[in-house]
């Protein structure tokens, strides 16, 4: 079964008058999952970062996002480095994301970046969705 549609991300959709706890990131990623992201950044130019967000939908309600941006300006995200990849993060979503593990898995069938979530209550079978 497919996830259902994408409805954009959290922190771009909720109300910014809604109250939300922001955590310091921690992200991780794995020895593969760094040699992908740097393959793919080397190929881009500029101030290149891997943006992390949340979005509503997927089978459990939240969908991950990992997309290569230019470096957001202005308040309200946090940025880190990791094994020499430049990483973003909402304030918005830093609770949900905080302590997650990237990996990269190369199979022929569901391959590509995996999330290992400790905020998780539930992750969908599709391993991109989580709740």
């Known amino acids: 079964m497919d996830c259902p549609i994408d409805s954009g991300a959290l922190s771009d959709s909720e109300s910014t008058d809604e109250e939300y ?28 970062v891997l943006k992390i967000a949340v979005h509503r939908g997927g089978c459990s309600g939240n969908l991950y996002d990992l997309e290569l941006v230019d470096r957001p300006e202005g308040g309200g995200f946090q940025f880190d480095e990791v094994n020499g990849i430049h990483i973003a993060v909402s304030d918005y979503d830093s609770s949900l994301l905080s302590g997650i593990v990237i990996d990269f898995q190369d199979s022929l069938m569901g391959g590509g970046f995996k999330i290992n979530n400790p905020n998780a209550e539930k992750e969908c079978g599709c391993g991109k969705s989580f709740a």
Do not use: F, W
């Open 21 to 48: 706890e922001i955590l310091p990131i921690d992200i991780n990623l794995s020895e593969i999952a760094t040699q992908k992201l740097l393959e793919l950044v080397d190929n881009e130019t500029g101030d290149m």
